[in-house]
């Protein structure tokens, strides 16, 4: 029969075991609390090491800048240039050479366009052709059979103001021109449609989009790992035609570009970058490109900046990433991102 010290002696044990119990399962359980940490918190990504494949970088190729504003003024959302990365890529950009097919690949597209007769060589891959009579003008670069056509003075009222075509009828037109001369490109899947005037001298957006006669569609070049490609020209892609609809209701192409210099997005490097705030600096002190001046006003209110890839409508050896700098009354500049000391002076 148990008495009463053998209870006692039994429950001081089960007190002894329960304490060392708690303790066992106190420790198992902030075991278990930390390896599901280890397991749920990401660790931050490192930012990439600047490869410098291609060594030192030739300066961004861009044209004369349009008009400077005379001074700048900065209001954006965040209060300050964005940071971003400190480091970006470029990538390089194939180049074609000559071959013994270029000049008569160039003379064939001449003909299909309308062009007899022999060009004039500007340089050793540029053919350049002139319809006197017509003033239409064409300019092709052989290796890629690249061209540039303009039909010259447009008289607008051979034309119909009327509404234009469906978007998929002008798509339809500007995609059968360029295929059917060779040189499409099916990267090219995003376009705009815009309304233009004739100003007497060249084509020009129609902002209040009233009259309808003239029609541009543009293709805009594939973006380069989520950032935009820009151009020399805001208002141009380096592919476009320019259309109407004349009085005898045909289709006709009055403007072509196709100028599309494909980077090969397999073969890039890492460089260091500068960041928004030095891009902003380098422009307030008179640097960088003016891609469209200010319409009105001295002074080019920035209300948002942001990293692009900067392709010009001519070969460039590397394509890189510039800020650009959007600002009220059309205002727009570019400022190369990568730092100077690993661009060639």
Do not use: C, H
Not at 19 to 42: E, K
Not at 175 to 189: A, I, M, P, Q
Not at 210 to 228: D, H
């Amino acid at each position: 029969m148990t008495n009463l010290t053998d209870v006692t002696w039994m429950i001081r044990k089960g007190l002894v075991y329960g304490s060392i119990g708690s303790v066992v399962m106190a420790i198992l359980g902030i075991g278990v609390w930390m390896a599901v940490q280890r397991t749920t918190i990401v660790p931050p990504v490192p930012t990439p090491t600047p490869g410098l494949a291609f060594g030192s970088l030739p300066p961004v190729d861009f044209l004369n800048s349009k008009k400077r504003p005379s001074s700048y003024e900065l209001l954006l959302i965040e209060g300050k240039p964005p940071e971003a990365t400190s480091s970006a890529k470029v990538y390089f950009v194939p180049k074609k050479a000559p071959t013994l097919f270029s000049r008569k690949n160039a003379i064939d597209l001449a003909s299909s366009l309308g062009f007899t007769g022999e060009p004039t060589i500007t340089n050793t891959t540029m053919y350049k052709y002139t319809d006197q009579s017509s003033g239409s003008m064409l300019t092709i670069d052989t290796p890629y059979k690249y061209f540039t056509y303009s039909k010259g003075s447009v008289e607008p009222a051979g034309y119909k103001a009327t509404n234009p075509d469906t978007a998929k009828a002008l798509l339809d037109t500007a995609y059968g021109y360029f295929s059917g001369n060779g040189v499409w490109n099916e990267d090219l899947k995003e376009s705009r449609i815009t309304f233009v005037v004739w100003t007497g001298s060249g084509f020009v957006p129609d902002i209040a989009q009233k009259r309808t006669s003239f029609v541009r569609v543009g293709y805009l070049n594939p973006s380069a790992e989520g950032s935009p490609i820009v151009t020399d020209d805001p208002q141009l892609t380096n592919v476009y035609v320019t259309l109407a609809t004349n009085l005898d209701d045909k289709r006709e192409i009055l403007e072509a570009k196709y100028q599309y210099f494909a980077p090969d997005i397999n073969v890039s490097s890492t460089y260091p970058a500068i960041s928004g705030q030095q891009a902003w600096d380098e422009l307030v002190k008179g640097n960088g490109y003016i891609a469209s001046s200010i319409n009105e006003g001295p002074k080019a209110v920035i209300r948002r900046i942001y990293l692009a890839y900067f392709q010009p409508d001519r070969y460039q050896a590397y394509l890189q990433p510039v800020w650009v700098f959007e600002g009220d009354s059309g205002f727009i500049a570019y400022v190369p991102a990568i730092d100077p000391q690993y661009v060639t002076r």
